[in-house]
C-alpha cells in the first residue's frame, strides 16, 4: 500500500513526525489544521513529510478519541426541493467543498411531517458534529432547538437577537442600491420590479433597497409597477407590463429564478432582452450565467460564506459556544448583456 512504512507497516504519526524533524504533537496540530500553533516553514516541512511517506489519518480512531463523527448536517426542505431552484443547489456544493477542505462530510437531510422531530432524532442519535441551516425564519425554531440542547449549528440567514448569533448574511437592501446606481448610469430611467411570494424579510429588504437606489436618483416604483407572487403571477404580471405602450426600461427581479420568468416571457413576446428591456436578478450565480442574453445580477458570495458557516461549526464544535456576533458579507454586481442601454 503507498502508505507502508519501509519495514512492512503501516506509516504512523509518530514516522511522519521523525521525518520532518518536529514533535508527534506539531504534527497533529497540522493535521487539524491549528496554524496558530505551528509556524509556515514547520507547516510546509510535515505537509512534504505526509506526502513524500502517504501517511493517511486513521479516521475512526480519530473520532473515537474524539467523540467526533466528522459530519455536518444540512436541513434540505421547501424551496430547496424545487428543481429550478439553482440557487440552493450551488449553496450546497460550495458547502461540501468546503467541509471536506476542513476533513468533514456534509449529511444532507429531510422530513416527512415535522422538521424539529427529525432534528431531535439526529440530536439523539449523537451522529452529526453540527448543523448547517438556511431558508431560515430569524425567529427559526430549529436554531432554538439546536441552542437549547447545546449543539453547534451556524446558519445563512439572521436570527433573532437572543439566539446565538451564528450567523452569515448579505446585505440585500445595499446590494439592491448598488444594483439600482448601475442602471442608472447605463442611462435607465423608468423600472418595475418582480419578486417571489412569502414574507422572508430578505425579500422585503430587497424591495426596500431599489425603491431607496432610485429615491436617491429623484425616481420612483409605481404601485402598479411592483409585483411579489408565484411564477405564474410573475408570468402575468411580467406579460402585462410588456405588452403595455410603454414599456419600463427595466424589469428588476427579487432573484436569478424570477429574472429567469421574466425572460422567458419576454422571449415570447418578441421582445428582446438588453434591447428592447432590461431585465436584471439577485444571487449572480449558474442560473443567470445559463441565460441568454447572460443576466445582471448581484452576486452572493456563496463560497464565502460556505466558508464562513463551516469555521463557525467548526470552532463551536471545539471550544464550545464563541458568543460571536452574526457577519454580513459585501456583495456586488455581475454585468451581463441584459441589462442594456435598452432601446427607446
Known amino acids: 500500500m503507498p502508505d507502508d512504512s519501509p519495514h512492512g507497516r503501516r506509516t ?6 521523525a521525518h520532518a524533524g518536529v514533535s508527534r504533537q506539531t504534527v497533529s496540530n497540522v493535521l487539524h489544521d491549528r496554524r496558530t500553533n505551528v509556524s509556515s ?9 505526509i506526502a513524500e511517506l502517504g501517511y493517511q489519518p486513521n479516521r475512526a480512531a480519530q473520532n473515537l478519541r474524539t467523540r467526533r463523527s466528522m459530519q455536518i448536517g444540512y436541513h434540505l426542505s421547501g424551496e430547496h426541493l424545487r428543481v ?16 471536506a477542505r476542513d476533513r468533514y462530510q456534509v449529511v444532507v437531510f429531510t422530513h416527512q411531517d415535522d422538521p424539529l422531530r427529525t432534528f431531535t432524532d439526529l440530536v439523539a442519535q449523537r451522529t452529526i458534529d453540527a448543523f448547517v441551516l438556511s431558508e431560515s425564519a430569524v425567529d427559526d425554531p430549529r436554531a432554538r432547538l439546536l441552542a437549547d440542547r447545546g449543539i453547534p449549528f451556524a446558519c445563512m440567514g439572521r436570527l433573532a437577537a437572543d439566539l446565538p448569533q451564528q450567523w452569515v448574511d448579505v446585505d440585500n437592501a445595499a446590494g439592491m442600491r448598488d444594483l439600482i446606481d448601475h442602471l442608472v448610469a447605463r442611462g435607465h430611467r423608468s423600472f418595475a420590479y418582480a419578486g417571489a411570494d412569502g414574507g422572508e424579510y430578505w425579500k422585503t ?10 429615491a436617491a436618483h429623484g425616481l420612483r416604483l409605481a404601485g402598479r409597477d411592483v409585483f411579489h407572487g408565484d411564477d405564474a403571477g410573475i408570468r402575468r404580471f411580467a406579460r402585462r407590463v ?13 432573484s436569478d429564478a424570477v429574472a429567469a420568468v421574466v425572460v422567458n416571457v419576454a422571449h415570447a413576446l418578441g421582445r428582446r432582452v438588453g434591447a428592447d428591456v432590461a431585465v436584471t436578478g439577485f444571487d449572480g450565480g449558474a442560473v443567470g450565467m445559463f441565460m441568454e442574453p447572460v443576466l445582471t445580477s448581484v452576486h452572493i ?3 464565502e460564506i460556505a466558508h464562513e458557516l463551516v469555521q463557525r461549526c467548526r ?26 442601454p435598452v432601446r427607446r
Not at 429550478?84 to 467541509?99: K, P, S, T
Request: glycine share 10%; net charge negative.
Open 41 to 49: 516553514d514547520t507547516y510546509d516541512r510535515v505537509l512534504a513529510a
Open 12 to 17: 504512523s504519526i509518530i514516522d511522519v513526525a
Open 84 to 99: 429550478v431552484n439553482g440557487f440552493f443547489a450551488q449553496f450546497l456544493h460550495a458547502l461540501i467543498r468546503q467541509a
Open 242 to 254: 410588456l405588452t403595455r405602450t410603454r414599456v419600463p426600461d427595466v424589469i428588476v427581479c427579487g
Open 205 to 214: 429588504e430587497r424591495l426596500d433597497g431599489a425603491v431607496a437606489g432610485l
Open 315 to 340: 470552532r463551536e464544535i471545539e471550544t464550545g459556544p464563541t458568543g460571536a456576533p452574526g457577519l454580513i458579507l459585501p456583495t456586488r454586481v455581475v454585468e451581463g448583456a441584459s441589462a442594456g
Open 301 to 303: 458570495p456563496l463560497e
